[in-house]
């Protein structure tokens, strides 16, 4: 009949198959926890797993509020993932301030962490690639998930070769915009280019070769997802912007969408909601948030009406 603790332990695959036999020394009851298998009596130990299934360290002084016992999640942001050290200013661990020879003397530390932080030339072209495309992003106001995705793109960019020739700041403006194409969000050429630290020709220069090279399943931009930013910063209501809406996907059903620029387009479709909605906007108005002329917004307005 097999006794409790072998019961306990008979699924456990890292117990040995003879732990419920008595202790060779002195046939004494042997024991098995999920570490060694000892006897209760002389303390001989038959076997031990090398490996401890326990927490790595305890926090007894935050224990109940914060349970965690790892750092940082690794992000794709930072040419290590994010598991280098980061040396502080001006408080220690606690909140302290520091004293002014200990701020020299961690700004010293600081001065020379940042010199080896980097094992190699590609090292250092990939962190300043990845903060560039982080920089772009968070000027763009994009979400954390489009901020990841494009430093992805430029890690993988990188590792294909593909900054050869090719300015690190263009490769990663490039990278934004590819990333905001695949996801099918309101951002422009124009406007990636406007934050970036290049001209527009070379961001479009280095996003047809990340296009042409990685294979990005970029889809081509359509009214409709330009006509919630548009009406947002027009301050219109929901009404309109689902009128709107609603016109944007009528024109590309029609083929009206197919060429011209798909702002205009969306342009068009909230000048018509809102004179539907009789709604006090101007043409010029929404040609100056759109960036398109006021002849271009008639133009387009003029065949969606005339649907």
């Known amino acids: 009949m097999a006794t409790s603790d072998s019961f306990d332990h008979r699924f456990d695959e890292d117990v040995p198959s003879g732990s419920t036999n008595g202790c060779p020394e002195c046939g004494g009851r042997v024991r098995t926890n999920s570490i060694e298998t000892i006897c209760e009596k002389c303390g001989f130990i038959l076997d031990e797993q090398p490996i401890d299934h326990g927490p790595e360290w305890r926090s007894f002084e935050d224990d109940q509020t914060n349970p965690e016992r790892t750092g940082a999640p690794l992000t794709p942001t930072r040419h290590d993932r994010g598991i280098s050290t980061e040396i502080g200013r001006k408080t220690d661990g606690k909140g302290n301030e520091l004293t002014g020879s200990k701020r020299r003397q961690l700004g010293r530390f600081r001065r020379e962490h940042s010199r080896g932080r980097f094992r190699s030339k590609r090292e250092r072209n990939l962190a300043h690639g990845l903060s560039e495309a982080s920089r772009i992003a968070s000027a763009l106001d994009a979400s954390d998930v489009i901020d990841e995705q494009a430093c992805d793109l430029v890690r993988t960019a990188q590792s294909e070769g593909l900054f050869h020739g090719r300015s690190i700041e263009s490769m990663a403006a490039g990278s934004v915009y590819a990333v905001c194409r695949c996801n099918q969000l309101p951002w ?6 406007a934050v970036s630290r290049v001209n527009q020709k070379r961001v479009e220069n280095a996003y047809r070769a990340l296009n042409r090279e990685l294979g990005l399943p970029t889809v081509p931009p359509s009214p409709q997802q330009y006509v919630p930013r548009l009406a947002s910063e027009l301050d219109l209501s929901d009404d309109v912007r689902r009128m709107a809406e609603r016109l944007a996907k009528q024109a590309t059903e029609c083929g009206i969408a197919n060429g011209p620029n798909p702002t205009g ?14 709604e006090n906007i101007t043409q010029q108005e929404i040609a100056n948030v759109a960036d398109v002329s006021p002849a271009t917004l008639r133009e387009r307005w003029r065949e969606i009406k005339r649907r």
Do not use: F, I, P
């Open 265 to 278: 387009v969306a342009a068009g479709c909230l000048y018509h909601a809102v004179q539907k909605s009789r």
């Open 188 to 193: 422009t050429l124009e406007e990636v280019s």
